[in-house]
């Protein structure tokens, strides 16, 4: 299981996963530092945009299988993909 069940997102900057929730709101105000910085013309729209949170579930592999001479393809394997808990919430 992920020890990574936080995320911050910045629209200039991207998703990011952290392993607290301390780093993850670091890295969201971090962020939101950098706009200030560069709002002397004005506060850019992207700003809103920032945030920081738990992740409480996640897209895991479920159902892998062989893929077989039957199942005609070039796949070497077959699986699903369910939204599964990340961790345990604290």
Do not use: H, N
Request: aromatic residues 14%; contains cysteine; proline residues 2%.
């Amino acid at each position: 299981m992920s020890k990574l069940r936080f995320f911050a997102y910045c629209p200039d900057d991207g998703f990011d996963v952290f392993e607290t929730a301390k780093q993850a709101k670091a890295a969201a105000e971090q962020w939101i530092d950098s706009y200030r910085g560069d709002a002397v013309d004005g506060w850019s729209e992207e700003v809103d945009q920032v945030c920081w949170g738990e992740i409480r579930e996640k897209a895991t592999q479920v159902g892998r299988r062989p893929a077989t001479e039957e199942d005609a393809t070039s796949c070497d394997y077959f699986c699903d993909y369910q939204l599964q808990r990340v961790g345990r919430r604290s």
